[in-house]
């Protein structure tokens, strides 16, 4: 029955429904191998002390009672010999999730670190019988005239696994079966170093995220509006964009938080970034942003790097610009564009009484020489890069803004001088936040982001 080369089929019993809460109180596991032409099926199965009480209901269930259990092994004695039962096996069961995370969890208490790829016998019946909207356990046995004697069992159930798995062959087809197993088990480039469950714990709303290799480093951070949508598409990339796959194969590890919307994710983000310096985030790692005071008589405009200024400081200058020369060469551009003279402004040398270079392309209106006054050219700089005149925080104190989530939580941001102070997902928190100075530079992208949010200077 090819689910696939090597599968267990897997059915625990358990004192209820939490794997962190609660405790297996019997595995079976039936282990399927292909053995020349055939298929051989080898069942193993124990009952296991728990080492809590078992609840009334559950034994009335199962027929597993504490007397029963009294004489059996805790799960650590028989953590080795779960391993190797399914050690390289496709993990089959029904309601996969909830065996996989009992076995994960017990093993992890017992200091295994376990992962294998898993297979739903509810997701391949759906699969294979659309049509069908009976898929429990008790419902497909009826449909294909199975009975199980041992029902609510571990062994007993597991078994009924396997005859159901024979029969879904024996009507369909091995072949359809095949498919359908390859189809759910299929996690397109999912990279080997990520347990294949990696995903499935992401949430589905907005947020942060972080990839990080081997040694627990990070190498790229990001934000989405749909965190496990936008992981698995990190993961479903063209191999043969190399970085992006690249990337993918480095990543060891996953570390995410979520955000009651988008701006929490942008601010979130901006910080994990600036704190973190992840390799691949090539393009927005730590660059200092530059600004420039334009003189108000004198004869130099001056450069100032953004983390050499307090906040507030950067309130009236221009900016900020990526680099040193960038800044340079938007003065130039828009003194060009004003016909302002490069050489007045002493953003380029000549020499003295002569008209300036681009006087003599008629670029220049003539400050240089007299045609126009001299002494207006700074403030006509000024208004040519008004743009980038970076205006007052537009409050007296931190502005505070409400995000709200659409699952009914909200996040507090506090803002000040341009810069994300912090964010709390409690008003009180974010009060406190409030008598904080902002610690960092000015980032560029945050300062657009709050030029864009908040209103104009009402002052
Ligand atoms: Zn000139």
Redesign the pocket.
Known sequence: MPLSPCFALVDVETTGLSPQHHRVIEVAVIRVQRVGDTWQASPWHSLIDPGVPIPAAISRLTGVTAARCAGAPAFPALAAELLRQLEGAVFVAHQARFDYGFVRAELARAGHAFSARTLCTVRLSRLLEPQAEDHTLDGLLARHGLTAPERHRALGDARALWDLVQALAARHGERALRLAASRLLRHPGLPSHLPAQALDEVPAGPGVYAMLGARGQPLYVGRSSHLRRRLASHFSTDPTRERAARLAAETHRLEWRRTAGELGARLLEAQWIRERQPSHNIAQRRVWPWFVRLPAEGRRAEFLRGDRLAPGEECGLFGPFGSRPAAREALVEAATRSG?????LALER?ASGE?????QLGR??????GQVPAGTQWQALAEALAEWRVPPWPASGPVTLREDDPAGTAQWHVLWHWRHVGSADDPQVAEGLCSLAPAEPLDPGIYRLLRRLLPADPR
């Open positions: 302002l003279c490069l050489a007045v000549r008209p300036c270079f681009r006087r220049c209106a003539g400050a240089c020489v």
